[in-house]
């Protein structure tokens, strides 16, 4: 500790004894005078500090009469108070005491993070622990270690550029600028809400050390820009590139950990919104990932190509109108309308008969049928029996022979067309060419025993087929090419010969006369004696009467495409109807002259010759009759009666007749009215 002395010439004076005789002591207070005298010798001259320190007191203090101006008794008291702090501290009290007040000279580093240590070089310091506080933007720092040069603190919770001070008990320095740098902390992925959600859809991820320079990488969509950044969290709407998988927010602070969020697919459009089975679709989007199923309804599509934003499937067989959906791993998505419109594949059979079954083979047809659902020969309604999605069954139409151009409709549309083929039109019911073309007749009435065949068709060259054939008779042939034969008035027999060899026989019930088959090869017999027309059947050959009470004489039968019975009766010049849907018998015309043998054309019109006269005449299906052809041109040699008649599937009408020159003839006679003989001799057909 120090005090100053001062010799006026008779006596010592110091700084606590201002007059002679005083006391001069050795006190913390003097030494602060001294020190600031000694530091500040021009603003306080070591004369000035005489008595600054009186006695007078216990403990002793300053004397407020002794005024130095240029340092205020404040100042020499926290001069003091710091010298008695280092005291304690058995610290060397004087060399903090450099300056009277702490200077700032430097800091170093000029710039630093929050959480940095930084070291602030000056003087005047305190080396006590406490004895200094720093204080940075505001916010005191904590001291790491203090001298009276130099102290280490560490940089507070500051948020820019901030002045940084050092205050002793003695006084605080002037400030120094300090330069904050930001912490590069990288974010931190806390959550997603929602996790599951699909392109387009805005999602919100929360954290840590978010900035606005963020951004967010998604699976296959890296670095995209958010809609909002703050410190806790940022909004973003899902790209429609982005895969599902992990994300990640990046910035100039580094990259955060990694966070699931399940992408769901998404559908945005179809190729085409309807097509057949078979036909590609493409459906656009997002979110299919690298695999996953396309479903419509309930049946699963097969898949030709499969990327994020778009897969190409084909209609399977099975599908029916439904919606188009996508399933992964993390979800379903949305569902688009497509409709199936419908496609043959075959019918089959592809050839037949009226009222002969057929199936419709194909897809897009639609479960069940519905009010706009049809199918169509050429553009006649066919009559529907049953139907399903990839089956439909119908009968076949009736009309003349020749290909009708299937087609199903529904809804959604009409189908490819497909060939079905009539073979068996109204006027095949009594048909006497093979599938082949050949022409057969057989013995008339007067001679028995033979049946003959072309040997080629058309070429009118007839060769016995057949010989011992009882009596002679009526023929017919199936489309199986099975030959039926029926004598003429002398017996009951009815005769089938098959393709193989065989034949099989039957007896009606009566004396046997007209023959006529139905579509499904079932023979129909007239008889000359009893009024009855029966019928046996192609597959088991049983008989049964059909129906009866006409007339006796039932030399003609033609059946039409529905199945409906014509006959003739010779006697008395009627053609009657059975009706096969009401079993109602009618008188359908009159024709005098007794008309025997009677056939459909190919267009449903009955053509009935006169039997004793030449007219041909053609009645529709309301009994109009009208005159066709006038065959007395063609008569050369005293043809007397029209025996037997068949129409060809162009229209071509040949007749037998009996001739007083030849037995028999037989004439062709085609759509325009021309006529050709083709054979004479005793045959009939």
């Given at each position: 500790?120090?005090?100053i002395?001062?010799w006026?010439g008779?006596?010592w004076?110091?700084?606590?004894?201002?007059?002679a005789?005083?006391?001069?002591?050795?006190?913390?207070?003097?030494t602060?005078?001294?020190?600031?005298?000694?530091?500040?010798?021009?603003g306080?001259?070591?004369?000035?500090t005489i008595?600054?320190?009186?006695?007078?007191f216990?403990?002793?203090a300053?004397?407020?009469?002794?005024?130095?101006?240029?340092h205020?008794d404040?100042?020499i008291?926290?001069v003091?108070?710091d010298?008695?702090?280092?005291?304690?501290?058995d610290?060397d009290?004087?060399?903090p005491?450099?300056?009277i007040?702490?200077r700032?000279?430097?800091?170093?580093?000029?710039?630093?993070?929050?959480g940095?240590?930084?070291a602030?070089?000056g003087?005047?310091?305190?080396?006590v622990?406490?004895?200094?506080?720093?204080?940075?933007?505001?916010?005191?720092a904590?001291?790491?270690s203090?001298?009276?040069?130099?102290?280490i603190?560490a940089?507070?919770?500051?948020?820019?550029?901030?002045?940084?001070t050092?205050?002793?008990?003695?006084?605080?320095?002037?400030?120094?600028?300090?330069?904050?740098?930001?912490?590069?902390?990288?974010?931190?992925?806390l959550?997603?809400?929602?996790?599951?959600?699909?392109?387009?859809n805005?999602?919100?991820?929360?954290?840590?050390?978010?900035?606005?320079d963020?951004?967010?990488?998604?699976q296959?969509?890296?670095?995209?820009?958010?809609?909002?950044a703050?410190?806790?969290?940022?909004?973003?709407?899902?790209?429609?590139?982005?895969l599902?998988?992990t994300i990640?927010?990046?910035?100039?602070?580094?990259?955060?950990?990694q966070?699931?969020?399940?992408?769901l697919?998404?559908i945005?459009g179809?190729?085409?919104t309807?097509?057949?089975?078979?036909s590609s679709?493409t459906?656009?989007g997002?979110?299919?990932?690298?695999?996953g199923?396309?479903t419509?309804?309930?049946?699963e599509?097969n898949?030709?190509?499969y990327a994020?934003?778009?897969i190409v499937?084909?209609?399977p067989?099975?599908a029916m109108?439904?919606?188009i959906?996508v399933?992964t791993?993390?979800g379903t998505?949305?569902?688009?309308s497509?409709?199936?419109k419908?496609?043959?594949?075959n019918?089959?059979p592809?050839?037949?008969?009226p009222?002969?079954?057929?199936t419709?083979?194909?897809?897009?047809?639609?479960?069940?049928?519905?009010?706009?659902s049809?199918?169509?020969?050429?553009?006649?309604?066919a009559?529907?029996?049953?139907?399903?999605?990839t089956?439909?069954?119908?009968?076949g139409?009736?009309?003349?022979?020749?290909?009708?151009?299937?087609t199903?409709?529904?809804?959604?549309g009409?189908?490819n067309?497909?060939?079905?083929?009539?073979t068996w039109?109204?006027?095949?019911?009594?048909?006497v060419?093979?599938?082949?073309?050949?022409?057969?007749?057989?013995?008339?009435?007067?001679?028995?025993?033979?049946?003959?065949r072309?040997?080629?068709?058309?070429s009118?060259?007839?060769?016995?087929w057949?010989?011992?054939?009882?009596?002679?008779g009526?023929l017919?042939?199936?489309?199986?090419d099975?030959v039926?034969h029926?004598t003429?008035?002398r017996?009951?027999?009815?005769?089938r010969y098959?393709?193989d060899?065989s034949?099989?026989?039957?007896?009606?019930?009566g004396s046997t006369?007209?023959l006529?088959?139905?579509?499904?090869g079932?023979a129909?017999?007239?008889?000359?004696?009893?009024?009855?027309?029966?019928?046996?059947?192609?597959?088991?050959?049983?008989?049964?009467?059909v129906?009866?009470g006409t007339?006796?004489?039932?030399s003609?039968?033609?059946?039409d495409?529905?199945?409906?019975v014509?006959?003739?009766?010779?006697r008395n010049?009627?053609i009657g109807?059975?009706?096969?849907?009401?079993?109602?018998l009618?008188?359908?015309?009159?024709i005098?002259?007794?008309?025997?043998?009677i056939?459909?054309?190919?267009d449903?019109?009955?053509?009935?010759?006169?039997?004793?006269?030449q007219?041909?005449y053609?009645?529709?299906?309301?009994?109009?009759a009208?005159?066709?052809?006038?065959?007395g041109?063609?008569?050369s040699?005293?043809d007397?009666?029209?025996?037997?008649l068949s129409v060809?599937?162009?229209?071509?009408?040949?007749?037998?007749k009996?001739a007083?020159?030849?037995?028999?003839?037989?004439?062709r006679?085609?759509?325009n009215?021309?006529?050709?003989l083709?054979?004479?001799?005793?045959?009939?057909?």
């Open positions: 500790i120090r005090t002395v001062l006026n008779t006596n004076l110091s700084i606590s004894n201002g007059s005789g005083g006391a001069v002591i050795l006190s913390a207070l003097t602060a005078v001294a020190l600031v005298s000694a530091l500040d010798p021009t306080l001259p070591a004369a000035n008595g600054k320190v009186t006695t007078a216990n403990p002793p300053l004397d407020a009469a002794v005024v130095i101006p240029a205020p404040s100042e008291n926290a003091a108070t010298l008695i702090s280092f005291l304690n501290q610290v009290p004087f060399a005491l450099s300056v007040k702490p700032l000279d430097s800091l170093t580093p000029a710039a630093a993070k929050v940095d240590a930084v602030l070089a003087a005047g310091f305190s080396p622990p406490g004895g200094n506080t720093v204080m940075i933007g505001g916010k005191q904590t001291i790491l203090a001298s009276p040069k130099l102290i603190a940089v507070p919770a500051i948020s820019a550029d901030s002045g940084v050092v205050a002793t008990a003695r006084g605080t320095t002037a400030a120094r600028t300090l330069a904050l740098l930001q912490n590069t902390i990288a974010p931190v992925v959550g997603v809400a929602p996790h599951v959600a699909a392109a387009g805005t999602i919100t991820i929360t954290g840590q050390n978010f900035t606005a963020s951004r967010v990488n998604f296959g969509a890296a670095n995209q820009a958010p809609a909002t703050e410190a806790n969290s940022v909004t973003i709407k899902i790209p429609s590139s982005a599902p998988g990640t927010v990046s910035n100039s602070n580094g990259t955060s950990n966070f699931f969020v399940a992408l697919p998404a945005t179809l190729s085409a309807s097509g057949t089975t078979g679709v459906l656009s997002s979110g299919f990932a690298s695999g199923t396309v419509i309804g309930n049946v599509m898949q030709t190509s994020n934003n778009s499937v084909t209609v067989d099975s109108d439904g919606q959906s399933v791993a993390f998505s949305n569902s688009k497509y409709l199936v419908p496609n043959i594949s019918v089959n592809n050839n037949g008969f009222e002969s079954e057929i419709i083979n194909g897809t897009g047809f639609g479960a069940l049928q519905t009010s706009g049809a199918v169509f020969f050429d553009n006649r309604p009559t529907i029996t049953s139907w399903s999605n089956a439909v069954k119908i009968k139409e009736g009309g003349g022979p020749g290909d009708r151009t299937v199903v409709k529904t809804a959604n009409t189908s067309g497909v060939t079905w083929k009539l039109g109204a006027n095949r019911s009594h048909y060419w093979d599938s082949s073309g050949r022409m057969y007749v057989t013995s008339s009435h007067c001679c028995g025993g033979q049946i003959l072309e040997s080629s068709a058309g009118g060259n007839f060769q016995v057949k010989n011992g054939t009882p009596y002679s009526r017919a042939i199936d489309p199986n099975r039926w029926v003429h008035l017996d009951n027999l009815v005769t098959n393709t060899g034949q099989q026989q039957v007896r009606v019930g006369f007209g006529a088959l139905d579509s499904a079932n129909f017999i007239g008889t000359w004696s009893n009024g009855t027309v029966y019928k046996v059947d192609a597959n088991s050959f049983n008989v049964s009467a129906f009866s007339s006796n004489y039932q003609g039968l033609s059946i495409a529905v199945g409906n014509y006959f003739t009766r010779d010049g009627a109807k059975w009706d096969k849907s009401t079993g109602q009618t008188t359908f015309s009159v005098s002259n007794f008309p025997i043998p056939s459909h054309a190919p449903g019109v009955l053509i009935a010759p006169e039997s004793r006269s007219w041909i053609r009645i529709d299906a309301n009994g109009n009208s005159q066709w052809f006038n065959f041109s063609a008569t040699c005293g007397i009666r029209t025996h037997s060809q599937d162009d229209g071509t009408i040949y007749l037998g009996y007083t020159c030849a037995g028999s003839v037989g004439y006679i085609s759509t009215r021309s006529f050709t083709i054979y004479s001799g005793n045959y009939l057909f």
